[in-house]
């Protein structure tokens, strides 16, 4: 296996401007790591502007408008996105309508203006790195910032447990490899705490705690990972942030109370052979 470093760099010091990046994302829109995307309508005129992209999840009727910048998040283009979300959630009602910027920097300023606003707007924050090798441009897209899974809790109170679970109902088998980590990840956790610990299938999403406190979540993808979140006490937070640089990872941090927070990462099969993993199980479930 040959190691290459990659150098961490601005799209517009490499002459590459928005266009080329909605170009991107035009192309490919799981690039965005928000599922299986339908892209609607690019550059979709408004009485004030353009939105850059509408999209759809087929899965579960929500739809999605997105605005992309360059640089960092600056007021015009928070405000934009929050104005382009309203003025579709008002042309289209019956459905779920989820605000996302994507930026180069995803600053203070933003997360501030967002919880000034007391989480009232369902919106997601991606921060997109590009990073160079040699020739090569890579985009990665980390979300930072989730307020409908950051009410997740009041989701799992109103979502009804129930057996019909969509990836095993599938007839793809895009789901297998995700579902047995799944299944490899409950071994451990049971392992380390047997007793007082429970799984339960949600109609999009799988919570693992006791009858009233759930400590991780789950998500299946297509490919060979699965989506994982999981609870802490905050006086955890040196250990947990130790456990993940060691194992290689960067996690999006969430829900950030007096008392608690979530990590987000994409599990992947070898992470379950690390004992840096074994130790965040532990860690979080000492917060039953």
């Known amino acids: ?77 928070i405000i934009r996105c929050i104005e382009y979300w309203n003025n579709e959630k008002t042309r289209n009602p019956s459905r779920d309508h989820i605000a996302v910027l994507v930026a180069e920097e ?12 007391n989480k009232a707007i ?21 979300k930072v910032l989730d307020i409908p899974e950051a009410r997740m809790d009041q989701i799992d109170i109103e979502q009804d447990i129930t057996e019909d679970f969509y990836w095993e109902r599938s007839d793809s088998q895009d789901y297998q490899t995700s579902l047995e980590i799944l299944e490899k990840t409950w071994e451990i956790i049971v392992s380390v705490r047997e ?35 999981i609870r802490f006490y905050k006086t955890s937070d040196d250990k947990v942030s130790k456990l993940v640089d060691e194992m290689g990872i960067t996690p999006s941090y969430k829900n950030r109370p007096e008392d608690y927070f979530n990590i987000r990462f994409h599990l992947k099969e070898n992470h379950l052979e690390m004992d840096q993993f074994i130790q965040l199980i532990k860690e979080s479930t000492d917060y039953i």
Request: charged residues 30%.
């Open 195 to 229: 007793e007082d610990i429970e799984r339960n299938k949600r109609k999009s999403y799988i919570t693992i705690g006791t009858g009233y406190r759930n400590i991780m979540w789950f998500r299946p993808r297509k490919g060979n990972y699965l989506d994982i979140e």
């Open 1 to 77: 296996m040959n190691y290459k470093l990659a150098k961490k760099i601005n799209l517009r010091d490499e002459n590459l401007n928005e266009k080329w990046l909605q170009s991107r994302i035009e192309e490919d829109p799981s690039i965005l790591e928000l599922g299986n995307l339908i892209l609607l309508k690019a550059e979709k005129r408004q009485k004030r502007g353009r939105i850059d992209f509408l999209m759809e999840d087929p899965n579960n009727n929500t739809l999605y408008e997105i605005e992309v910048q360059l640089g960092s998040t600056d007021e015009s283009h």
């Open 106 to 117: 995803i600053t203070n300023r933003f997360f501030n203006v967002i919880y000034l606003m």
């Open 122 to 142: 369902p919106i997601i924050g991606i921060q997109l790195n590009a990073l160079k090798i040699e020739n090569d441009i890579i985009l990665d897209f980390v």
